[in-house]
């Protein structure tokens, strides 16, 4: 745990991000890779990695010293160490809202946690494959609130040892063949059949047989179409 950071706790701070986001809110928790900070309204939780830099800040009659109620995402204690893997897991099969790419935010539930990569089921996207280093932040709905305000069915969970093992490249070499999106459909996306992957590079044939090749490194989601 940063000691550093931890001096900040019930502080007002202001945090960047990757892709020069501003967040601002009180910080809550600090674990070994992630911390929680609440804006007045949500708890978001931050892998440290993303996190460019910190300041304090003063308070003024909008802000809010502290959460009224505590968060559906139980973490940290004596039987786990705040982290971004107890964060992942004790997010399972909750309502969650998640930041990956620009101003798209994603909204469902996480189903699955592999090595490096997260199942991730989205009503608008349906199943997602998500690089776990490009999470940016998580915040957990209300215990009682889901996504567009429809009773969708809880999602089946499940954890193997296989999928424990599994890799983002090894997920995407599973779609060999398939037409999929990386990256959501935004600006940065790309759309195609893969052809191939080899190393770090993925080849991706476009609609009018254009050849891309990819590097898996900035490939943020996969899903099929």
């Not at 986001?21 to 804006?39: E, M």
């Not at 935010?105 to 699955?112: D, S």
């Not at 349906?126 to 776990?132: A, L």
Request: glycine share 6%; aromatic share 10%; hydrophobic share 35%.
């Amino acid at each position: 745990m940063n000691n550093i950071i931890q001096s900040l706790l019930k502080e007002y701070v202001q945090i960047e991000v990757s892709g020069k986001k501003i967040l601002k809110g009180t910080l809550i928790d600090v674990g070994k890779d992630i911390i929680v900070i609440f804006n007045g309204t949500d708890y978001m939780y931050i892998p440290i990695n993303h996190i460019h830099s910190y300041c304090t800040l003063k308070k003024n009659e909008l802000d809010t010293l502290a959460p009224i109620e505590s968060s559906s995402i139980k973490t940290g204690g004596n039987s786990h160490e705040l982290s971004l893997l107890v964060t992942l897991d004790q997010a399972k099969g909750k309502s969650t809202e998640i930041y990956l790419i620009d101003d798209q935010p994603l909204h469902g539930y996480i189903t699955e946690i592999m090595g490096d990569y997260f199942e991730f089921y989205s009503p608008i996207y349906k199943t997602m494959y998500i690089s776990t280093k490009h999470l940016k932040w998580l915040i957990p709905y209300p215990t009682n609130e889901s996504p567009y305000g429809l009773n969708y069915p809880k999602p089946q969970l499940s954890v193997t040892e296989a999928a424990i093992i599994d890799t983002f490249k090894n997920k995407i070499e599973k779609f060999k063949d398939k037409i999929i999106v990386f990256n959501i459909g935004g600006s940065k996306s790309h759309i195609g059949t893969i052809k191939n992957v080899e190393d770090q590079v993925v080849e991706l044939e476009t609609a009018r047989s254009v050849k891309e090749y990819i590097n898996i490194d900035h490939i943020k989601t996969i899903h099929g179409v």
